[in-house]
C-alpha cells in the first residue's frame, strides 16, 4: 500500500476515538477467520451494517479497511468496488470457494492420517491434534472421538496388539487416557522388541484402567 492509501486511512479515522482494527490478513483461503476478526471489529465500531448496506454512512471507512486488509493479490480486485458491501460479498465469494477446498484436503488427510516409522507417539499426536485445530479453523469441528478413531487406526503395525484390546472392549478411550497408555506400550516395545507383547504386558499389569 503506497503512502497516498496510508494518508486516507488516517484522513477517515482522525477525530474518530478508539478505532479498533483488524488483525487478520485475508490470504483467500482463512476466511473464516478472517470473516470473525473483521465483523467484530466492525460491531465494536458501530459499522457492522456496512457489510449489508449499500448506502451505509460508514461504507467508505469500512472500505479503506478492508482494502488494507487483503493480501496484495487481492487489493486490486477491491479497487474496483465501490462500497464495504460490494467487496466483503466478493471476498465471501473467494473465501468460501477457498475454504471448502481447504477443508477438503483436510478432511481427507484426516482419514488418510499414518503415523510415520521415524515418529512417536507424542509426535504422531501432536500432528493429529494440529489437524484437528486446521479444521476447527476451516469452520469445520471435529469430536474428540472421530480424531481418537484415526489416531488408533493408522497406528504401525506395533501397536496392532493395542489396537486389537481396544476393538474388543468396544470402548473408545478419551485422548488423555490413549496418550499415555500408548506411550506405555511404546516404552514396553522399545525393550521387549516389536512383538506385540508390549500391550499385552500393559494390559494384564494394569487390568486394563
Known amino acids: 500500500m503506497g503512502d497516498a492509501a496510508v ?5 477517515v479515522t482522525m477525530g474518530v476515538s478508539s478505532i479498533l482494527m483488524p ?3 485475508f490470504k ?5 477467520e478472517f470473516r470473525r476478526d473483521v465483523e467484530n471489529c466492525f460491531l465494536y465500531n458501530v459499522w457492522a451494517s456496512a457489510l449489508t448496506s449499500l448506502d451505509d454512512p460508514a461504507t467508505f471507512k469500512a472500505l479503506i479497511v478492508l482494502r488494507r486488509q487483503v493480501a496484495q493479490e487481492y487489493q486490486i480486485e477491491l479497487s ?3 462500497n464495504a458491501k460490494v467487496a466483503w460479498d466478493h471476498l465471501k465469494n473467494i473465501g ?3 475454504s471448502s477446498a481447504k ?5 481427507r488427510t484426516l482419514h488418510s492420517l499414518k503415523m510415520q516409522s521415524e515418529e512417536n507417539v507424542y509426535q504422531y499426536f501432536a500432528r493429529g491434534k494440529e489437524l484437528r485445530q486446521m479444521l476447527a479453523d476451516a469452520g469445520e469441528k471435529i469430536e474428540e472421538r472421530v480424531l481418537v478413531l484415526a489416531l488408533l487406526t493408522g497406528l504401525t503395525n506395533r501397536f496392532r496388539t493395542f ?3 481396544i476393538m474388543v ?3 473408545i478411550p478419551k485422548l488423555e487416557v490413549l496418550l499415555p497408555k500408548l506411550v506405555a506400550v511404546e516404552s514396553f516395545e522399545s525393550q521387549l522388541g516389536a512383538s506385540g507383547d508390549g500391550a499385552l504386558a500393559l494390559f494384564s499389569g494394569s487390568g486394563r484402567n
Open 7 to 11: 494518508n486516507v486511512v488516517a484522513t
Open 23 to 25: 488483525k487478520v490478513v
Open 28 to 32: 483467500g483461503d482463512n476466511w473464516n
Open 80 to 82: 474496483d468496488c465501490e
Open 96 to 98: 468460501e470457494r477457498s
Open 103 to 107: 477443508l477438503i484436503v483436510l478432511m
Open 163 to 165: 489396537v486389537d484390546i
Open 169 to 171: 472392549s468396544g470402548e
